[in-house]
């Protein structure tokens, strides 16, 4: 496991800075299980993205028995202009580490963990090996965990994905981040019909699949409501929404903080659009709640009940 570092990206971007609104303020991590969490984690140092990536939402996972995991290093062969991860040369492939993640997630004692990866295109089979390992190695130690992938697009390989469907995680997760528009701006090397395709590959190896967007990067509501119909035509199953949070000033700016209210609307639209479940909020981020979305029918069936309940 490794931590993702705050660096310095490439984008020479200039901006005017946008004072952070209301409903973006985040409550302190509080709790049993969060304090029994973050002294395992002190303790054993431990590395998690909820740490390294500043999440607001880390002390309600926590909270929850939920963490998220990097694997495959902490540099990576892309440069997008949201993240906040390194860019360059990695280092050479850690055979033992699918062992060491399965043994952090048995030590914290992780009801649902998420697994996520830097982008490996050196490498011929894109890390897909690393995720088949580390997948296998999680649910052997920890059969009572559930389990998220969150996987790069493996240049559209279908050996490299096939890798993971055959591990048989309960999730798996691959995000289109933006529209199509903004996909060469936000995610230079990747391309938004690819990600589109490894969705439907997933789904059609019997995967639930999962995707996210992030809002706020410049989109219009038209061609956010097109990437979700996009997306339900490849039969995904969860789709989270959340507001772009601007890293470090070097990376993309902030083009718009999006009101709570158009992010409820946009959950309409997703469920309407079929769906299984809709996450959309302003501190929404990939992993959030990802403990629910493993099950069948909740997000749709709390929806229905939220929409009878108003109409009684």
């Not at 984008?11 to 209301?22: A, C, D, G, L």
């Not at 391309?191 to 589109?196: A, E, L, N, V």
């Not at 706020?216 to 409501?225: A, D, N, S």
């Amino acid at each position: 496991m490794q931590e993702l570092p705050i660096i310095q990206a490439q984008n020479n971007t200039t901006e005017t800075v946008i004072k952070k609104p209301s409903w973006l303020r985040v409550k302190l991590p509080i709790g049993e299980n969060y304090k029994h969490v973050r002294s395992l984690v002190d303790t054993h140092k431990l590395h998690t993205i909820c740490e390294s990536g500043n999440c607001p939402n880390m002390g309600e996972c926590w909270g929850a028995g939920t963490a998220t995991f990097m694997i495959l290093g902490n540099v990576c062969t892309r440069s997008c202009g949201f993240c906040a991860v390194a860019t360059g040369r990695p280092d050479a492939v850690d055979w033992d580490e699918p062992q060491r993640v399965a043994e952090a997630i048995y030590l914290m004692k992780v009801k649902h963990a998420v697994i996520t990866s830097v982008d490996r295109d050196e490498l011929k089979d894109g890390g897909s090996i690393i995720w088949n390992n580390t997948i296998k190695a999680v649910k052997t130690l920890n059969p009572g965990t559930t389990l998220e992938t969150l996987i790069p697009d493996f240049k559209g390989q279908t050996e490299n994905i096939q890798r993971v469907i055959d591990a048989a995680p309960e999730v798996v997760s691959h995000n289109v981040e933006t529209v199509e528009r903004l996909t060469r701006q936000v995610r230079i090397q990747a391309k938004y019909r690819r990600s589109i395709e490894v969705l439907r590959l997933l789904k059609e190896g019997g995967m639930r699949t999962k995707t996210g967007i992030m809002l706020g990067l410049g989109e219009t509501k038209e061609e956010v409501v097109q990437t979700l119909e996009d997306l339900a035509a490849a039969n995904v199953d969860v789709i989270t929404l959340g507001q772009y949070l601007q890293p470090t000033k070097k990376h993309l700016p902030v083009q718009r903080f999006v009101h709570p209210d158009e992010f409820a609307e946009l959950r309409e639209i997703g469920y309407s659009l079929g769906f299984d479940y809709v996450e959309s909020g302003p501190l929404v981020r990939s992993s959030y709640h990802s403990e629910r979305h493993v099950i069948e029918g909740y997000g749709r069936n709390k929806w229905l009940e939220e929409k009878a309940a108003l109409a009684s």
